[in-house]
């Protein structure tokens, strides 16, 4: 039942969809709302500024978002500049009751609600922060005894398991919106300069829903398949997840017991936010210091950001990121261990890049993951190393993924792609390939000696 005579502001952020949104469901109780997404020149200013892919998924993304509510009867409001400044002026001129928020986990997300919160009830507002909008369980929903989050994945996912998930909810059916003025929808270059990837996802919810009703159809094989490179059967619902045009409580509804694996990557993703919600500083800091003394190598780093290192399944899972902004799951644990335990560098020049390029870079996810390879974050075995070429052989055991990202391998026949340096002289001379940049044995020793361990 609606609220006689209220407004409510529903403020859009990581939640781009009307189809399970709290946010947006709570707010169109009141009689009146405004459907408000501001374009925040801080969050343009950082990351999403320089990555024309997720500024384009992002413009695609508000397009279908204010498609699905002009069908419902209402529209977004699009403003921009300060989130805090421009909601509290949205909400006075609907003389708005209360404002509706997501509640997020990243340092800049945690201030924004803080300082929302004081600047409307200053003015007489309230606000309401909704949990389990971006996750499917909510960071501290669970923690171990005396301590704020878990540090290991293993025993938080046996409690996340455990958890009762919320139900999807369904979209209003009408909306009634206040009249509000904002701005046009952006383009994805008023948001960024520069060309995305060619083959990079498309935003919005209706791609979402496509690919969630894909994975539907084909969850019972998602186990066996997920590692395979070749085969590229993972969900491809992550940019998806980080722009919340799918919600992970709807994923896990409609997947969820007919694909354990599945559910277990969403436990991953709410596993990171957790800790990035406790320890907010470890998007840029170490989550536990080991003493790491990093080589500087521009000329290693550059040959890893253009996929010219001369190992192929590393090269490609590169070359996928460009060429689609996005990298299969197993190939970026395979490009993020070479760049940190062979070549020894920095994970915080890796994860830069990877947040330049993906369209699903999401601080939680993309830093955590790249400690948890760099041995910095929450992995119980800190040295792990991924041998590049005992992972082709195991996941692109027929070099199939290698042929489909590096062309100028695409006439080595079978495994033998793998390692183009062992061909006669004469076909090797022909390749525009590079020789190998490091020794992989001789050079994980020696990087091994510089770091003390």
Known sequence: MRSSAETSVAVFTR?????????????????????????????????????????????????????????????????????????????????????????????????????????????????????????????????????????????????????????????????????????????????????????????????????????????????????????????????????????????????GADSPALARQIAWRDFHHQVLAARPSCAQRDYRDRGDRWRTDPAALRAWQQGRTGYPIVDAGMRQLLHEGWMHNRARLITASFLTKTLYLDWRRGAAHFLELLVDGDIANNQLNWQWVAGTGTDTRPNRVLNPLAQAAKYDPRGEYVRRYLPELAGICGSAVHRPWRLPDGQRAELDYPEPIVDLDAGAHRFRTARGA
């Open 15 to 255: 939640d781009l969809r009307v189809q399970d949104n709290p946010v947006l469901c709570a707010a169109a109780r009141a009689e009146r709302l405004v459907a408000l997404f501001v374009l925040d020149d801080a969050v343009l200013g950082g990351p999403l500024g320089t990555s024309p892919n997720r500024a384009a998924f992002l413009a695609e993304s508000l397009a279908d978002l204010d498609a699905a509510l002009r069908d419902r009867g209402g529209h977004l409001v699009v403003r921009r500049g300060d989130v805090v400044a421009e909601t509290r002026a949205v909400a006075a001129a609907a003389a708005a009751h209360r404002v509706h928020i997501a509640a997020d986990v990243s340092g800049y997300a945690q201030h924004r609600t803080e300082a929302l919160d004081a600047a409307l009830r200053a003015d007489g507002r309230a606000l309401d922060v909704h949990a389990a909008s971006v996750t499917a369980v909510e960071p501290g929903a669970v923690t171990p005894a005396g301590k704020d989050h878990f540090a290991v994945f293993t025993p938080y996912h046996r409690r996340w398991a455990g958890v009762n998930k919320r139900s999807p909810l369904p979209a209003p059916n009408t909306l009634r919106c206040a009249d509000v003025r904002g701005r046009a929808l952006p383009t994805a270059g008023e948001l960024c300069s520069g060309a995305p990837s060619p083959a990079r996802p498309r935003g919005g919810g209706r791609q979402a829903d496509r690919l969630l009703g894909e994975q539907v159809r084909t969850a019972a094989g998602y186990e066996s398949a997920a590692d395979d490179l070749a085969a590229d059967a993972t969900s491809r619902l992550s940019p998806h997840l980080h722009f919340g045009c799918v919600s992970a409580v709807s994923v896990l509804h409609a997947v």
